[in-house]
Each structure stands twice: as structure tokens, then as C-alpha cells.
């Protein structure tokens, strides 16, 4: 095939410095699913902590994000669904009890104190983590609240109400011709793939357990649609997938879409519930596996927005998604868990990688060579430079996206970022809005 298109981006040495931002907001670890829900924001708050603790604060440029408008999530979702979220409390249920059934709220995905500003939160990291790569202030931006990627256009689904990927990847189409969505969560990235799956302006890849689970999506005949067509890519996986394994079919997909499909951006999600042990997984991943992931998307090279997903089993999450940081920042870190305010978590050995158990892989290295050969086939039918309008459903969604101004561009005391004069032990909490950082927020 003649190659009309820009030269893709080849992988250079991964441990070559990036500008890294990351969003966190304190307040997220304070809303809660209710009692016996696997899905734990306090996970985020862990995270942090630990992140904190090991230091690597320091090597980042670390931003509160600042809240979208309900406008801005309209961009992707209904309005009548959007109005929905910001007026249903757990008090009010009983008066919207067919709104709750329309809209796929209640069991998956509860009703609780704090909703919609919770939805702002996770949501506002994402957004403003992609305005920031727009404006080229950063390489890879880091948003571990974000990654919710069930969530359809009217619908909660999967624990996820607002599908901050999507509307991150509209962000990157304002700027970019063509952006590369990769899943790593053990489900189907079902609600990104849907959203795009008419356009050859996003190409979505995800890897995923597919067989009697949810969400039941994502077979590899599952391509797209239309001009769309070759831009879907599904790799359904069965239980036990190890280390060997994930790299063996990750690599040399990501590599092809990369050579054809050429992204000027990349969102890369990284749920942990692909993780070995996890409380709703079955696959086999070391945090050192998972996180080989995200360092084969870094030695890319591409703009990238980093964000979470699932992940349930409380203890492994954190450990996961710091160790990924390290390498998103190219920073080595010690096995040994320093100190930090959830410790006991981390017990009885207290360090940041855990053994695997010693589950059978079920997946066949005949099966994996054939899907991957299957969809290496795909792939190579992309045309070189796609640019056809895109469509997420509705009138108002045609992109020509109206500007959003996020105002995230310096790390000064007004932003939440890291305080004046570049030091990052310090941070600010002059903000407008009021909100405080708790003091021990930077603390190690």
C-alpha cells in the first residue's frame, strides 16, 4: 500500500525524559458507591498517597483540575441524561423512578451522595489532561480517577455514568487528525468503541475477556462500521492471561496500528482489574506485566493521556498504578513500599510487586498467533490518512466542537499546581473557588 500519509512514530528509548503532568483532586476519595460495591474511589486516594511517597510528585507537574460545565460533558452525552445526574440524590429517588430505569441507574451503577460532582471530578482531569497536550505543555498527562469507559451516550453502565474517554478524544480531535484509543481493562472497552465506531478519525484497541462477561461486547469480527470500517480492533482474550502472553499479541498490535494507523494522540487506559487476584478479574498480569503496556506506548513518543479504569481488589490497585507512573516519568523505584498512610493495606509484605498465582492460561499460543494475524490483516487494509467527519450520535455532536477553555496551561498558585519557583514540596491553595488541599496532602 502507497504510504501517503506522515511517517509513523518509531520507538526510541523509553527511558529518554517526558514532561508529565497529572491531575488529582483530594476530594475524590471521599465519594462512595455505597456498602459492598466493589467500585472504591478511595483507590485514587491510595494511589496518591503512595505516589507522594515515593517522591515522584517531584518529577511531575501536579494539577487540581478544574470543573468542566455539565455543557461541556453534553458534548458527547444527551442533555436529558446530563440534567438527570445533576438532579438525583438518594433522597429523591422514589420522584424519578422511570429516569432511573431509562438511564441504567440504581444497582451497577447506584445513586449516591455527591453523584454528579464526583462525575466533574474524574471527568474534569481527563479533559483538562487533553487541553494540556493540545497546547503542548506536556508529553504524557496522568489521570487516575478517569478511564470510565462503559458509560454510553444516555446510559450508565459497568459503574461509570460519564465516559470521560470520549469526551478527552473530542478534546484531542480539536487538535489532532487522527487519535488512538488502547484499553488494557480486563472488560471490553464497549462505551469508547461505540462512541467511534463510524469514524476512521479514532481507532479503538482493546484487549479484554470475551466470553459470558461483561459486557459480552468486543468480539474480533467487531471492526467498525462504515467509514469506521478496520478502526475497531478487538482482541478477545480467555481466563489466565500471563505476562508472556499479553506481551506476545500487545507489542505486535500496537506496533502495526502504530505504523498504519499513525495517531497524532494516544488515550491510553489502563484498568487494573487485568491484574492477577483481582475481585472481579480472571486474568494473570504482574503490576510489572501491565505495566510493560504503558512503556511500549511511551517509547512511542506520541502525546499521551494516560488515565485508570477498573480495579477492585484495594490493595493491588495502588501498587499498580504508582509503578506505572514511575514509568511514565522514566523513574526507577525501590521494591520496598515506603512508608504511607494506608501501610497496613500493603501487608504482610509491604512491597510494590506481588507474585502471580499459578492459574492455567487458557489461552492457546495457536489461538493467539491466529487472532493476532487476524487483525494484523485488518489493520493493513487502514487507509494511510483518514479524514472523514465524525459522528457520536447525535446533531450537536458533529465535530466542529465548540472551545472549551480549561486554562490549565501553567502550574502557578491559581491552578492548584505546584507553587511558584518550581518547588514541588510546596503546593498552592489560593484557588477561586475556595476548595483546600487537606494539609497532609503533600506529605511523606
Not at 12 to 36: C, L, T
Not at 40 to 61: E, Q, S
Not at 247 to 269: C, D, N, T, W, Y
Request: proline share 5%; aromatic share 10%.
Amino acid at each position: 500500500m502507497a504510504s501517503s500519509g506522515p511517517a509513523p512514530a518509531a520507538p526510541r528509548s523509553s527511558n529518554s525524559s517526558r514532561r508529565v503532568s497529572y491531575f488529582y483532586d483530594a476530594e475524590v476519595g471521599n465519594y462512595h458507591y455505597g456498602q459492598g460495591h466493589p467500585m472504591k474511589p478511595h483507590r485514587v486516594r491510595m494511589t496518591h498517597n503512595l505516589v507522594v511517597n515515593y517522591g515522584l510528585y517531584k518529577k511531575m507537574d501536579v494539577f487540581r483540575p478544574r470543573l468542566v460545565s455539565p455543557t461541556a460533558m453534553t458534548r458527547f452525552h444527551s442533555d436529558d441524561y446530563i440534567n438527570f445526574l445533576k438532579v438525583i440524590t438518594p433522597d429523591n429517588m422514589s420522584d424519578y423512578t422511570r429516569q432511573l430505569q431509562r438511564f441504567n441507574v440504581g444497582e451497577d451503577c447506584p445513586v449516591f451522595d455527591g453523584l454528579f460532582e464526583f462525575c466533574q471530578l474524574y471527568t474534569s482531569g481527563s479533559i483538562g489532561g487533553a487541553a494540556r497536550l493540545n497546547d503542548d505543555n506536556a508529553d504524557i498527562v496522568i489521570n487516575w480517577s478517569g478511564g470510565l469507559h462503559h458509560a454510553k451516550k444516555a446510559e450508565a453502565s459497568g459503574f461509570c455514568y460519564i465516559n470521560d474517554c470520549v469526551l478527552a478524544i473530542l478534546e484531542l480531535l480539536k487538535k489532532h487528525e487522527r487519535v488512538l484509543y488502547i484499553d488494557i481493562d480486563i472488560h471490553h472497552g464497549d462505551g469508547v468503541e461505540e462512541a467511534f465506531y463510524s469514524t476512521n478519525r479514532v481507532m479503538t484497541v482493546s484487549f479484554h475477556k470475551f466470553g459470558e462477561y461483561f459486557p459480552g461486547t468486543g468480539d474480533v469480527l467487531d471492526i467498525g462500521y462504515a467509514d469506521g470500517k478496520n478502526y475497531a480492533i478487538n482482541f478477545p482474550l480467555n481466563d489466565g492471561m500471563d505476562d508472556a502472553s499479553y506481551r506476545s499479541v500487545f507489542q505486535p498490535v500496537i506496533a502495526k496500528v502504530m505504523e498504519h494507523f499513525a495517531p497524532g494522540a494516544v488515550v491510553l487506559q489502563c484498568g487494573a482489574d487485568s491484574l492477577s487476584g483481582d475481585r472481579l478479574g480472571c486474568f494473570n498480569l504482574s503490576v510489572r506485566g501491565h505495566a510493560e503496556c504503558v512503556e511500549f506506548v511511551r517509547s512511542f513518543r506520541v502525546p499521551t493521556l494516560v488515565l485508570g479504569g477498573g480495579g477492585y481488589t484495594l490493595r493491588n490497585v495502588p501498587r499498580c498504578w504508582t509503578y506505572e507512573t514511575a514509568v511514565a516519568v522514566g523513574e526507577p523505584v525501590r521494591d520496598d513500599m515506603p512508608y504511607n498512610d494506608y501501610y497496613e493495606y500493603f501487608g504482610p509484605d509491604y512491597s510494590l510487586h506481588l507474585p502471580v498465582s499459578n492459574m492455567e492460561n487458557l489461552n492457546s499460543r495457536e489461538y493467539l498467533n491466529r487472532t493476532k494475524e487476524q487483525l494484523i490483516d485488518i489493520l493493513r487494509e487502514v487507509e494511510p490518512v483518514p479524514g472523514t467527519q465524525i459522528q457520536t450520535g447525535g446533531v450537536e455532536s458533529a465535530l466542529a466542537p465548540r472551545g472549551i477553555s480549561m486554562e490549565v496551561d501553567e502550574t502557578g498558585r491559581s491552578q492548584g499546581g505546584n507553587a511558584a519557583g518550581g518547588n514541588p514540596d510546596q503546593r498552592s491553595d489560593a484557588r477561586a473557588d475556595g476548595r483546600r488541599e487537606h494539609p497532609a496532602e503533600l506529605a511523606s
